[in-house]
């Protein structure tokens, strides 16, 4: 377990509150991959912090853990809206209710 700090949950807080589309990712997780494909196949504008290549990757991802008790990637947020990881995402689009948080201003 990695300390959280106070920057760590700021740089979170306003990464999600910046981008329509935020997802935490590592570059390598076949999972990330996919709903990375998938955001890329319906031409959605995300933002990624790849946490294996950033210098608090493991910060990040302990906080994400305690903020929204998924200790998976990807972790995906859409309008500061906690989505889940990649299965979450394809059920989402498979149900038509992504295209509907993807809509909204």
Do not use: W
């Amino acid at each position: 377990m990695s300390v959280v700090t106070s920057g760590v949950k700021e740089l979170v807080k306003k990464f999600i509150a910046e981008n329509k589309v935020a997802v935490f990712s590592k570059t390598y997780c076949g999972f990330s991959i996919r709903a990375k494909d998938l955001l890329d196949d319906l031409n959605v504008d995300y933002k990624t912090i790849e946490l294996n290549e950033h210098p608090e990757g493991g910060s990040i991802q302990d906080y994400l853990t305690e903020f929204t008790k998924q200790s998976t990637v990807p972790n995906i947020f859409i309008n500061q809206q906690h989505i889940g990881g990649n299965s979450d995402l394809q059920a989402a689009h498979s149900s038509g209710k992504l295209a509907k948080l993807l809509k909204k201003d």
